[in-house]
């Protein structure tokens, strides 16, 4: 069960970094639970929106891929108890070093992002 949890997971990561990279808004909307809010350190400046409201910045953002942009994005660790799980990642992109931290819960048998939080670190 734990190798088969692990393994959606890595898949559904692989998905939201698919997403962001490539733009592809139907692909990473489909990642988030519909009441996911994501909250994120950008310089010093606090980042707060709605999965919907983020959906829309990366749709009218030119993608990572069209800017010609090496993909680096990695998973650093996933911790995995029952129905819940954490991610931790790496999500460098468009001149920011990202680390995001998911929270991630099995509904109706699917893996889902419930809730974001990222930091850009120098």
């Known amino acids: 069960m ?3 949890n692990r ?3 890595e898949e559904l990561i692989a998905s939201y970094f698919e997403g962001i990279f490539n733009g ?3 692909k990473l909307e489909k990642c988030f639970h519909e009441y996911t809010y994501l909250y994120g350190d ?3 400046e606090d980042y707060l929106k709605s999965k919907s409201a983020y959906i829309e910045g990366v749709k009218n953002r030119q ?3 069209s800017l010609g942009e090496e993909f680096r994005m990695a998973i650093i660790g996933i911790d ?3 129905k819940v799980a954490m ?3 790496h999500v460098p992109f468009s001149g920011y070093n990202y680390y995001d931290y998911l929270s991630l819960a099995n509904m109706d048998g699917e893996w889902k992002i419930v809730n ?3 930091t850009h670190v120098d």
């Open 2 to 4: 734990y190798t088969e």
């Open 7 to 9: 393994k959606e997971i």
């Open 24 to 26: 592809d808004v139907k």
């Open 42 to 44: 950008i310089k010093g």
């Open 63 to 65: 993608s990572p891929k």
């Open 80 to 82: 995995i108890l029952g």
């Open 87 to 89: 991610a931790k990642l």
């Open 116 to 118: 974001k939080i990222f």
